[in-house]
Structure formats: C-alpha cells, structure tokens
C-alpha cells in the first residue's frame, strides 16, 4: 500500500515544512486533531523506511 502527499512550506516566513497524513493512516490510529504522531527514520539501501506510531498522552 502506498501514498503520495505533496511538501509544502509551513508559512513563509519558516524553514519547516508540511505534508498531508494520509486518511488510512488517521483511520488506523484513530488520530484526531491535537494528535501526535512520532516519526522514526532509518535507511536501507537507497531506500528510507519510516515508521510512524502515535503517542500516549
């Protein structure tokens, strides 16, 4: 399963940026607006693998 989101700046005066979760992801996590989500990072190969899990307040 995969998704495309589109990267866009978080304002114009910031140096950060900001993409779309998609719905399927918000769906499996229950996630409402508020939520956060903690992002994982790692590298194989050439390809970068993430893994996103949401975080217990």
Same mark, same amino acid.
């Given at each position: 399963?995969?998704?495309?989101?589109?990267? +866009?700046?978080?304002?114009?005066?910031? @140096?950060?940026?900001?993409?779309?979760?998609?719905? +399927?992801?918000?769906?499996?996590? *229950?996630?409402?607006?508020?939520?956060?989500?903690?992002?994982?990072?790692? #590298?194989?190969?050439? *390809?970068?693998?993430?893994? #996103? @899990?949401?975080?217990?307040?």
């Amino acid at each position: 399963m995969g998704f495309t989101t589109t990267i +866009a700046k978080a304002s114009t005066i910031a @140096k950060s940026y900001r993409t779309t979760v998609p719905a +399927a992801i918000i769906n499996q996590f *229950n996630l409402k607006e508020g939520d956060k989500l903690d992002w994982n990072m790692k #590298i194989e190969g050439k *390809n970068i693998v993430i893994h #996103i @899990k949401p975080v217990k307040n």
